[in-house]
Structure formats: C-alpha cells, structure tokens
C-alpha cells in the first residue's frame, strides 16, 4: 500500500449504498403491495443498452392476445423509447433519470399514479439500458427478466451474476444474428444456469418471430 | 403527488454523490501527475458488455509497433478479460470491482502500482462494462474513448449523452455486421457529433481489420 497517495483511503460508500438500498427495499414492498392488490403482473426488464428490450416489448405487444399491457419505461435521457411503445396504442409512463443507471422504487411508484386507471394485467418496467445497476434496485416486480443478445458475448453470466441471480427469465435476443458471431447458445445457457439453475430461458428473434410464441406462452402462463 | 406513500421523499443521493465525485476528483489530479511524470498516455475506455473493448485491446496491441503498452482491466467479476490480454505477453493489472459499476481514480492508482515499473507508453484502461456510471469518474486519464458495436443501435449517444460528451474519440465496432443489422453509420456519427462536435471517429472491424490502421495512426499520433 502507498502511504503518500492516500489510496487505502476509506469511504462512507459502502454503508451510504446500504441506506439507500434498504429505504429503496420499503419502497418496493409498498409497490409490491400495490400491485398485488390490483391484480398487476409486473416484469423487470433489465439488459444491457441495445440488448433489444424495447423491441422485444414491441413485439410481445403486438402478438399477446387478450391482455391488457402497460408500460413504465426507464432512459437515463430522451424520451423516445416511450413515444415509440405510445404510438403502439397501449399506456406509457416514460421516466428520464438524468444519468442515473437504474430504475428504483420511487421512481416506479410515481409513474405508475399515470398508468393505475387503465388497469394492466400485465406492467412491463424497461429498466435503464446496464447490466450492473439495476440488478441491486428491487422495484416491487413481481419477475425480473435478464434480455442479452447474442452479440454481446456469451461470458456474460460470469461477469455480471447479480443479474441473472436474480432474474426468473432470460431472453437471449437477435438470434438471427447467430450465423454472423461467434457466440455459443449452449454455452452460455449452460453458464447461466450455472448461476441460476431455475432460470427460464427464451432464445428469440423479434426480426423474425422465431422463439416469440413460447415467450409469449410464457407470459400468458403467469399465474 | 400522492401523500400516504411517502414518494416525494427526500434522499441525500445528489448530496453523497457529489462528496464522492469530489473524493474522486483529487485523486484523478493525482494519477494525471503520475502518468505525466513517467511520460505515460492513459487512455479510458468505456463501453456496454459485449461492446468489444478487450478484443480492441487484443487487435491493437498485436499490430501496435514501437510503443510499450499496458493494460488495467475492469470487470464486476472474473479475472478473465485480463487473463486473456495477459496471455499476449503484456503486463496487465486486474480491478474486480466485486459488483461496482465503474472504476474510480483509487482502483485505477492501485493497479498502476503493479504496472509503473514496465514504463509503458500507453496505458489503456478497459473500464466496467457500462455506458452510464463510468463517465462520472475521472481516473486521471489523457483520453476518453467510447467503444460502441453496431449491433447497439444509432441511438445511443442521445440516451447517453454522458459518455459521448466527455470522450475525445468513438470508436464503431463490429462494422463486419452492418449487412445484417439496422444500423446507420452515418445517423449515428452525426447524433454522435451533435453532441460532442470535437469528437474522431474510427468505424472498424476487429475481425476483419477493416479500419483498423486508422484507429492505430491514431493512436501513433498521440503527442
């Protein structure tokens, strides 16, 4: 250790992270509660930015018969994603964290005061496009889903684990890309499961709709 | 705002952030000195999972003539990416953040202490995979560059303006994949330049080696 740059240095980090996380944590029960109550269903999306979660959104809209969907959609700025899912017709709250790297609880709570009056069955909250963050925020969901394309890499459930031990659900996107990476499917399922031996896991493709009936099977089988 | 729930809580977040910003700060002047002093180009590399940060890393180190490189390696978990440099044959210092979403300028003076005695020429720090945390953390480095793949998305630098702002060159990955993807190369180098007029950009492939030479005249150039 060097003793003139200071760097052993400590900071109040670790414990300021530990007070935030537990007021987020009496956050999310209230939502949580409120969710419940109303008869929601709601799906933590969580994935790197350009995973494809809005588009796998977009396209779950499009084909899921006889539910009702909301969405609360996270961006650390612009609001376009949002205007993109609103003119799909269904409730958007759009939420533009100025730069922060996650959702949290409040911040669900608040946007969805918007969407409370068109009764979802089904509340889809895109988290803010990073793989670290979000992992750490519960927001009262009742299923968090990891989205990873397959040009991401298939070492991604080592490197960021928080995630996908978290996670109910994985969807593995773009896999009509599969012909052009070098991306193992098996392999990194394989190393997801490694982590989380229940995850569900969805390869798909909402370019060419292969995979998307058993996501979308998936979702009307929520209890 | 509704009363019963408390959403309009007060946090001390922007508070804390800004003390830890500040910390920050001081030891960043630090390194910058450092790496003066020993006449070392630093160079921050940041950039969501998958975006190809250490295969850019591998592709100019190979073909990087006449310049002693190092490396420090960010990652949330596994010692991989640095085991996968190290096998090149240059010194490379690993920084598991254990979970934490960006490096700081303390990690980065830490891991510079194993790495001084190689006197490189240019140090690149791979930062942790992530396109919002890492541009709010000075390390002391000369240059930012953001290393975006076109399978991201032509949005990007309007949703992470961040990012985009502080670096002084992008660097397009995986153009090989432009057939296969919607992606528009020129709309993203003009959102990019919007926002950051000033900023170079080098669209390559490390796969195939398109672009690359550009990216290492670049580099060459460095005063």
Redesign the interface.
Known sequence: M?ES???G?K???VE?AEG?LS?NER?AQ?NRAWFERLGVKAINLVG???AGKTSLIEATVKDLRGKRVAVIEG????R?DAERLAALGIPVAAVTTG?V?HLDA?MV??AF?DLEAHRPDLLFIEN??????P??FNLGEDLTVVVL?V???E??P?????AFRRAQALVIT?I??LP??DFNLERLIGLAHRINPTLRVFPLSVKTGEGLPAWLDFLHSLP
């Open positions: 060097c740059c200071g760097c240095e900071t109040l980090r300021i935030l007021a956050l209230r790197s930015p350009g961006d650390p700025e612009t376009r730069g790297c409040r709570h608040q005061h803010v496009g990073n793989l670290l963050c992992a750490d394309s040009t991401e890499g070492d991604k080592e490197k960021y684990p928080q773009k009509d890309l052009y990476v």
